[in-house]
């Protein structure tokens, strides 16, 4: 198995850099460097059942890879996630304003509107990625892809510190590393790989200060909250609240592990007001944390964008958002419908209905 698994990820390697030369060259030796650390993390940190967590990050890896540059060769960016366009364009753009490089021209007001918007911390992700191996697209998506891998292993740590259970571990390593969902979700240039990473990292990071205080777990744990409000800043608030709750209850209410939670709890307030996640927060809620902009949003992804549902509906009240739950609830599992069919073939090629089908 082990043999065949590094068969595997060097036939891998030498088809990336075959199909997609030269960006391959660089995109290959960055996922091997974040493949490595990997690697030795879970050597060094899961020594109990390293050889199952190896094998299984090598697995989500190898699927990650095989469709991240399928899309990247018969460019199915667009059809699989547009974002990915342009978190690489103005990654690009900004690592290009750092260097003084000239490049495409955006104006400083559109490139600073999208740095102060949401999700800006991929924006400085993909450009400090560029500032190192230049623009290329191809090991971008691989490095998320790779953090997308690194979900399965850090799945079955999370899994067994809460069931104490190895079966448990093992059975959502497998579902987080090969499920078709999964795979697409976190195998191209996309920003939900790592929150899923930092969410479940941030979980086990709370265990670990449940139990014992670490300066290293606390530091992981700030961390993940940081790169959480700066992809997602809304998935903060659960989070927080997640965290703020799990200290409060505790797993033991000992004198001893009272004084230890509150000391990480008063740790954790300044160490998030310091890195300024605290204001950015606030600054978040205000400006997105109203109906009217939730319907805003509706309305441009509906009329200008022909992407949402329910062109009639208005969810800028509290009742019209209630009613429009189920229809949203509805949508979300089962679209497209049969009668969506005609419309959908008129959107995409059949080799892309192929493929959205063999997915589902």
């Known amino acids: 198995m082990d043999k065949l698994l590094a068969i595997a990820c060097f036939l891998m390697g030498l088809v990336i850099i075959l199909t997609a030369f030269p960006e391959g060259i660089v995109a290959v030796l960055v996922t091997s460097i974040m493949a490595f650390v990997a690697i030795i993390v879970i050597r060094t940190q899961m020594p109990e059942d390293k050889e199952f967590l190896i094998r299984i990050f090598l697995i989500a890896l190898l699927a990650r890879l095989i469709f991240s540059l399928t899309i990247h ?22 690592m290009k304003k750092w260097f003084n490089i000239p490049g495409r021209e955006v104006s400083d007001q559109m490139l600073t509107s999208s740095l102060s918007g949401v999700g800006w911390g991929m924006f400085y992700l993909i450009a400090g990625l560029y500032s190192i191996i230049g623009k290329n697209m191809l090991a971008a998506n691989f490095f998320c892809a790779t953090f997308g891998a690194a979900i399965a292993p850090l799945i079955y740590v999370c899994a067994y510190k809460i069931f104490n259970n190895r079966r448990v571990g093992r059975v ?62 809304y998935v903060f608030y659960m989070v927080a609240a997640a965290v703020v709750g799990t200290f409060i209850v505790g797993f033991s209410n000992s004198p001893q592990a009272l004084f230890r939670r509150l000391v990480v709890l008063i740790l954790l307030g300044v160490g998030l007001t310091y890195l300024g996640v605290l204001r950015d927060a606030g600054t978040g809620f205000e400006k997105f944390g109203n109906l009217e902009t939730v319907q805003n949003t509706r309305d441009d992804l509906s009329n200008r964008a022909d992407s949402g549902f329910g062109k009639d509906l208005d969810v800028s009240t509290t009742s019209g958002a209630i009613q429009a739950i189920p229809i949203g609830f509805t949508y979300l599992m089962l679209a497209p419908f049969p009668w969506q069919i005609s419309n959908f073939r008129q959107m995409v090629t059949l080799p892309d209905m192929l493929i959205w089908w063999l997915c589902i």
């Open 73 to 94: 060769i018969f460019d199915f960016h667009n059809f699989f996630g547009g974002d990915s366009l342009t978190y690489d364009a103005f990654g690009s753009d900004l």
């Open 172 to 233: 959502a390593a497998i579902l987080a590393a090969i499920a078709p969902a999964f795979v697409i979700w976190t195998g191209q240039l996309m920003k939900d790989g790592i929150i899923i990473f930092l969410l479940v990292l941030s979980i086990v990071m709370v265990t670990n200060l449940q139990k014992k205080f670490n300066y290293l777990s606390f530091v992981f744990l700030l961390i993940s909250l940081f790169g959480i409000i700066s992809l997602r800043f």
